[in-house]
């Protein structure tokens, strides 16, 4: 599973998530940032059996070269996760914003994990109220890829406050199942956001996800009945100094 602290929407915990203010202090840029999940969430999966996570991350920039740290924590279930990364910006183009990076991921709960993440991502910033991005992730421990497509329209509404409806298309090669290749599923959202002062943010966002055949085959084997559609939400602050 990867928490993101990814390029494609825009570092960790997805585009609207916590790390997503920036300030200068001579060459670098810090961003600390906080939340809360109802659910756990990655790669059209609820993770956790019980309950939603804490999220916390941290991250310091300089030029385009961006080290980071985050942790998510089950709030019902023991879960702790770690994330340790870097990501690097890339000028390909003044409409193009491209990364890309590597986190290790280290997994604490009734079993101990680890993996290793290698990621890219390309959004397309030509038309200010609808940017397309495509979101790549490649994980050792699975020895498969995992790709998102999606669509982000962002509403400036007043000079504190945004909305941004999304829809994102996932696949996944050999990344969430080893047998499965392909539609793997489709969610749907909005994320808010309302500047509390010049360095301070708080946000939220409402999330659903339709299972599609890679989600359903897998539930198949496994013997399971249930309804596969997750629907989930949450809200971070996130503050620069």
């Given at each position: 599973?990867?928490?993101?602290?990814?390029?494609?929407?825009?570092?960790?915990?997805?585009?609207?998530?916590?790390?997503?203010?920036?300030?200068?202090?001579?060459?670098?840029?810090?961003?600390?940032?906080?939340?809360?999940?109802?659910?756990?969430?990655?790669?059209?999966?609820?993770n956790?059996?019980?309950?939603?996570?804490?999220?916390?991350?941290?991250?310091?920039?300089?030029?385009?070269?961006?080290?980071?740290?985050?942790?998510?924590?089950?709030?019902?279930?023991?879960?702790?996760?770690?994330?340790?990364?870097?990501?690097?910006?890339?000028?390909?183009?003044?409409?193009?914003?491209?990364?890309v990076?590597?986190?290790?991921?280290?997994?604490?709960?009734?079993?101990?994990?680890?993996?290793?993440?290698?990621?890219?991502?390309?959004?397309?910033?030509?038309?200010?109220?609808?940017?397309?991005?495509?979101?790549?992730?490649?994980?050792?421990?699975a020895?498969?890829?995992?790709?998102?497509?999606?669509?982000?329209?962002?509403?400036?509404?007043?000079?504190?406050?945004?909305?941004?409806?999304?829809?994102?298309?996932?696949?996944?090669?050999?990344?969430?199942?080893?047998?499965?290749?392909?539609?793997?599923?489709?969610?749907?959202g909005?994320?808010?956001?309302?500047?509390?002062?010049?360095?301070?943010?708080?946000?939220?966002?409402?999330?659903?996800?339709?299972?599609?055949?890679?989600?359903?085959?897998?539930?198949?084997?496994?013997?399971?009945?249930?309804?596969?559609?997750?629907?989930?939400?949450?809200?971070?602050?996130?503050?620069?100094?």
């Open positions: 599973m990867k928490t993101y602290f990814n390029p494609l929407l825009l570092s960790l915990f997805s585009f609207s998530a916590i790390l997503s203010n920036q300030v200068h202090a001579e060459d670098f840029e810090f961003d600390v940032g906080l939340g809360w999940d109802s659910k756990y969430i990655s790669e059209g999966r609820n956790l059996a019980d309950g939603g996570v804490y999220l916390g991350g941290a991250s310091v920039t300089s030029g385009d070269l961006t080290t980071y740290a985050a942790v998510v924590r089950g709030d019902t279930e023991h879960y702790t996760e770690w994330n340790f990364g870097l990501e690097y910006a890339l000028h390909l183009h003044e409409d193009l914003e491209t990364i990076g590597y986190q290790r991921l280290e997994f604490y709960g009734d079993e101990r994990g680890h993996d290793n993440e290698f990621f890219a991502e390309i959004a397309y910033t030509g038309v200010n109220w609808l940017i397309p991005s495509i979101a790549y992730t490649y994980a050792t421990e020895g498969g890829y995992f790709v998102e497509v999606s669509l982000h329209s962002p509403w400036q509404l007043t000079e504190q406050f945004s909305v941004t409806p999304y829809i994102t298309q996932g696949f996944d090669f050999q990344y969430a199942t080893e047998k499965h290749n392909g539609a793997n599923h489709f969610q749907m909005v994320e808010a956001s309302y500047a509390l002062s010049s360095n301070m943010t708080i946000s939220a966002h409402f999330s659903h996800v339709i299972a599609m055949d890679d989600i359903k085959k897998e539930a198949e084997v496994n013997g399971y009945t249930g309804s596969l559609d997750e629907s989930y939400g949450g809200i971070h602050l996130s503050w620069s100094f």
